[in-house]
């Protein structure tokens, strides 16, 4: 018996080595039309519809729940606008409102300007997270999503296909390394068939 026989778990574990590593690099190759050929943009653009539509009821969950408003804070967002909105109050009263009617602007002073704008941004300041809830509840559709998540899976498929080996290295080596343990197991069992059968 030839001492060769020993190195059988050795030879299955680079076999599994490398069958693992030209798994990994065809799955992340553009598909070349071969018939049969396994790539991972060909199963994502043939799933893609199925997983726009996983998006998309998830989303909408979200919105039916309230989970989505969360992540705008009302008051933080008002604080935000606040000096724009107030800007643009002042500039209406001082001067738009004057042009409009020109009967009102000649009645009203700054001291009633600075009043008639306190006035305005305290009601904003009120109305502000009541009209951000609607938006929330109404404003977002399944219509407006669909093509807005079309774009955005359609750019995750293409980034994950370019980006895909450099991204998922460390899970890749992984499965090269499994592809050589279960080589190497595979071997091992060939290897003591071998002399149980001898």
């Given at each position: 018996?030839?001492?060769?026989?020993?190195?059988?778990?050795?030879?299955?574990?680079?076999?599994?080595?490398?069958?693992m590593?030209?798994?990994?690099?065809?799955?992340?190759?553009?598909?070349?039309?071969?018939?049969?050929?396994?790539?991972?943009?060909?199963?994502?653009?043939?799933?893609?519809?199925?997983?726009?539509?996983?998006?998309?009821?998830?989303?909408?969950?979200?919105?039916?729940?309230?989970?989505?408003?969360?992540?705008?804070?009302?008051?933080?967002?008002?604080?935000?606008?606040?000096?724009?909105?107030?800007?643009?109050?002042?500039?209406?009263?001082?001067?738009?409102?004057?042009?409009?009617?020109?009967?009102?602007?000649?009645?009203i002073?700054?001291?009633?300007?600075?009043?008639?704008?306190?006035?305005?941004?305290?009601?904003?300041?009120?109305?502000?997270?009541?009209?951000?809830?609607?938006?929330?509840?109404?404003?977002?559709?399944?219509?407006?999503?669909?093509?807005?998540?079309?774009?955005?899976?359609?750019?995750?498929?293409?980034?994950?296909?370019?980006?895909?080996?450099?991204?998922?290295?460390?899970e890749?080596?992984?499965?090269?390394?499994l592809?050589?343990?279960?080589?190497?197991?595979?071997?091992?069992?060939?290897?003591?068939?071998?002399?149980?059968?001898?």
């Open positions: 018996m030839s001492n060769w026989i020993f190195v059988t778990p050795l030879l299955s574990a680079l076999l599994g080595w490398l069958i590593a030209a798994f990994c690099y065809l799955l992340f190759r553009k598909p070349s039309g071969f018939p049969g050929q396994l790539s991972l943009e060909k199963v994502l653009l043939a799933r893609k519809d199925q997983i726009i539509t996983l998006v998309e009821s998830g989303l909408i969950k979200q919105l039916e729940e309230g989970s989505l408003k969360n992540i705008v804070n009302p008051d933080a967002a008002y604080q935000q606008l606040n000096p724009m909105i107030e800007q643009h109050i002042d500039v209406f009263l001082r001067h738009k409102l004057k042009q409009e009617i020109p009967m009102i602007g000649s009645l002073g700054d001291r009633t300007i600075s009043q008639l704008k306190t006035v305005f941004m305290k009601q904003l300041e009120e109305l502000f997270p009541q009209v951000m809830e609607t938006y929330f509840e109404k404003a977002i559709t399944k219509t407006e999503l669909q093509p807005i998540l079309e774009r955005t899976v359609g750019r995750a498929i293409h980034y994950t296909i370019i980006a895909g080996p450099t991204f998922f290295k460390g890749l080596r992984s499965l090269q390394w592809g050589a343990v279960f080589g190497f197991i595979i071997g091992l069992l060939q290897l003591l068939l071998i002399l149980v059968m001898l």
